[in-house]
């Protein structure tokens, strides 16, 4: 009997690569956008209720492996730069920041930027950003009357916009600072979403706003910038760290560099702290019995009219979990992505390269092995002998993981914390919209609008300053 031909039969057996099971259904070409658009979390986590920790999908003809669980979270954030690539998948953001910043520039320049960044997120910098924190929202709640409503989404954008830029940015930036910047930015993060990632330039009206808004925010910085620069003053702040900085080759910024590098710090201090701020409000005031014990635990720390401090707010410990389950319940990221460059293994399978690997922060957090009644509202979680998110690496992911977890986590901390110690030392507040839903509008998901809650404000009220007010 003649053996020809069964060598190459048995390599090819030993080479054939065994794809992520396809998630079934979709649509010609768009496959599974339209659900996926509709609401991520629930497709993700009917897909993964089906196949388990790793299957395929198709957005708009890309294929898409996703990633869930700790086992695949931890595959997708120990892969190495040259196999997963974040600046390929992130390119969606060059409208936003410029063609040489971040996800735009070489690995080395955006390393050296991380480098100017850096020392803006240090705890020496984060110690003196309370005050600042403090001010401004005091100064945005002295505006509020005895009693009223207001939208908490509304509260969490715009208070976090003025806290980014006057912590990171500088106090004369925040000077300049109007109710026509904070429209700016709104208009800029409504580019990011599904068709922005997959098609950034088409000619939609979103995308139009982003980048009029764009091209007004480089003449309102440029005009800073100058202004500076023809005054002769040179700051203590991160404007000016960037207006003096070289890189590594003796290149300065531009103006439309700086705008870029100010817009990437901005959107790292700012646009998670506004959705958790915002979803921190919502749940404390759906769950009383937890938030009567914050109210004490704050009248043990800053009763008294004892000022709020950093080292103060490290004590608020029943508020930090509150806040650590409301991400777990409600990351403000709910899907990261990046490019395959080279083929991926996991399981049993291979995903080759030229697809995406995603993951879902939102639905690796309601995983019931991992944490326990998923869907409950259990600040206790966390706490020790607990401590629920510290059993399974890579279980809590909302702020990314390994060495690609988010350098701007603690400043989001310490901005919800400050928020909410100045808020309920002054008002007692009351859910008006008792149930509100995500919205998916965007990719940084916060409670739809509106989100309000009626407020009153306490007969004596302590100023997070030390003086009291009847």
């Known amino acids: 009997m003649s053996t020809a031909g069964l060598a190459p039969r048995t390599s090819a057996r030993r080479t054939r690569v065994t794809l992520p099971p396809h998630l079934d259904g979709g649509l010609p070409f768009l496959g599974h956008a339209l659900e996926f658009n509709r609401n991520p979390i629930r497709f993700v986590q009917r897909a993964r209720g089906q196949h388990g920790d790793i299957f395929a999908i198709t957005l708009a003809g890309q294929k898409v492996a996703v990633l869930t669980g700790p086992k695949g979270n931890e595959a997708f954030f120990r892969a190495p730069d040259d196999q997963l690539s974040a600046?390929?998948?992130?390119?969606?953001?060059?409208?936003?920041?410029?063609?040489?910043?971040?996800?735009?520039?070489?690995?080395e320049r955006m390393s050296e930027q991380l480098d100017l960044i850096t020392p803006a997120l240090s705890e020496r910098r984060l110690r003196t950003?309370?005050?600042?924190?403090?001010?401004?929202?005091?100064?945005?709640?002295?505006?509020?009357?005895?009693?009223?409503?207001?939208?908490?989404?509304q509260l969490g954008n715009e208070l976090t916009v003025f806290i980014?830029?006057?912590?990171?940015?500088?106090?004369?930036?925040?000077?300049n600072l109007s109710t026509e910047f904070a429209h700016l930015y709104h208009d800029m993060e409504g580019g990011l979403n599904l068709i922005g990632f997959l098609w950034p330039h088409l000619p939609l009206p979103a995308f139009r706003r982003r980048d009029r808004a764009r091209t007004r925010m480089v003449e309102i910085i440029s005009g800073i910038v100058a202004n500076r620069r023809a005054a002769g003053v040179e700051g203590e702040d991160f404007l000016q760290t960037l207006m003096t900085a070289r890189?590594?080759?003796?290149?300065?910024?531009?103006?439309?560099?700086?705008?870029?590098?100010?817009?990437?710090?901005?959107?790292?201090?700012?646009?998670?702290?506004?959705?958790?701020?915002?979803?921190?409000?919502?749940?404390?005031?759906?769950?009383?019995?937890y938030l009567h014990k914050v109210l004490d635990e704050r009248e043990r720390i800053f009763g008294g009219g004892r000022p709020l401090s950093f080292d103060g707010l490290n004590e608020m410990t029943l508020l930090g979990w509150a806040i650590k389950e409301t991400e777990r319940l409600h990351p403000p990221l709910i899907l990261l992505m990046r490019k395959i460059r080279r083929d991926l293994h996991f399981r049993n399978y291979v995903v080759p390269a030229g697809w995406l690997a995603m993951v879902s922060p939102a639905a690796s957090h309601r995983i019931a092995e991992v944490f326990r009644e998923p869907n409950r509202f259990d600040p206790y979680r966390f706490a020790p002998r607990r401590e629920e998110d510290k059993r399974t690496r890579f279980a809590l992911i909302t702020f990314g993981?390994?060495?690609?977890?988010?350098?701007?986590?603690?400043?989001?901390?310490?901005?919800v914390k400050t928020i909410w110690s100045v808020l309920l030392g002054q008002f007692d507040f009351e859910l008006v919209d008792a149930d509100p839903r995500p919205n998916f509008d965007t990719f940084v998901v916060g409670p739809k609008p509106p989100c309000r809650v009626r407020y009153r404000r306490k007969k004596q009220a302590f100023s997070a300053n030390g003086k009291g007010s009847a």
């Open 247 to 289: 890189y590594g080759d003796g290149t300065a910024l531009n103006d439309d560099n700086i705008t870029g590098m100010l817009l990437t710090l901005i959107f790292a201090g700012q646009h998670t702290s506004a959705v958790l701020a915002s979803w921190t409000g919502v749940e404390l005031l759906r769950h009383p019995e």
């Open 164 to 175: 980014a830029t006057r912590c990171l940015i500088g106090h004369e930036f925040r000077q």
């Open 129 to 153: 950003y309370v005050d600042y924190i403090r001010e401004e929202v005091e100064n945005y709640a002295s505006r509020w009357g005895d009693e009223g409503t207001i939208d908490l989404v």
């Open 87 to 107: 600046k390929e998948a992130y390119r969606f953001t060059v409208p936003l920041f410029g063609k040489d910043i971040a996800y735009a520039t070489t690995p």
């Open 401 to 415: 993981g390994g060495r690609h977890a988010c350098i701007g986590m603690t400043f989001a901390y310490l901005q």
